[in-house]
């Protein structure tokens, strides 16, 4: 089910189209996809939601060569990723929001972060930050892999693959 409502762009005040659209995401449940976009200002929003709730949940996967890549990533805002090879953490805030993705656009997503640092960040960032864009590269090419691991406090996040181990957790203990 898709359905647009006409709201009120938050950056900007001018009316613009929410859209709410139900999908299935077979072995998993359905989910909420909230998307907005501003002709007028640009500003963007999209969130992922479950629409059921479910135990906190963490998902660790292997992605060993360049197919691995193309495995289905679901993130809730709730939901923090960590790709412990690369020393990347991304967690969940305010203005954090949810997608539907694969592996690689995940790592497309720490490329352009990254690109944000090639311009504001100083000598030694911008060192680094060349430095991850060339193993983010090799992870493409199949060259090195990397755990991505997600953990969502409800339940609401996936990794849509066999290879991946899911369990449970307790996020207050951590």
């Given at each position: ?53 479910n135990e906190p949940v963490r998902y660790i996967y292997c992605a060993c060569c360049e197919d691995d890549l193309s495995v289905r990533v679901v993130r809730s805002s709730a939901a923090k990723i960590t790709i412990p090879e690369l020393g990347v953490e ?85």
């Amino acid at each position: 089910m898709e359905q647009d409502v006409r709201g009120i762009c938050p950056a900007c005040g001018e009316e613009v189209d929410w859209t709410y659209k139900t999908e299935n995401i077979p072995y998993f449940s359905d989910i909420l996809i909230i998307t907005c976009s501003c002709p007028e200002c640009g500003y963007r929003f999209s969130d992922v939601q479950n629409i059921s709730t479910n135990e906190p949940v963490r998902y660790i996967y292997c992605a060993c060569c360049e197919d691995d890549l193309s495995v289905r990533v679901v993130r809730s805002s709730a939901a923090k990723i960590t790709i412990p090879e690369l020393g990347v953490e991304i967690n969940p805030g305010p203005a954090c929001e949810g997608f539907v993705s694969n592996v690689e656009g995940v790592l497309f997503r720490v490329d352009k972060v990254l690109d944000g640092i090639l311009i504001d960040g100083d000598d030694e960032q911008r060192r680094r930050a060349r430095a991850l864009k060339e193993r983010i590269i090799n992870i493409r090419d199949g060259k090195e892999s990397i755990t991505l691991i997600i953990e969502d406090p409800h339940g609401n996040s996936l990794i849509y693959s066999d290879n991946a181990k899911k369990e449970t957790y307790c996020p207050e203990s951590e």
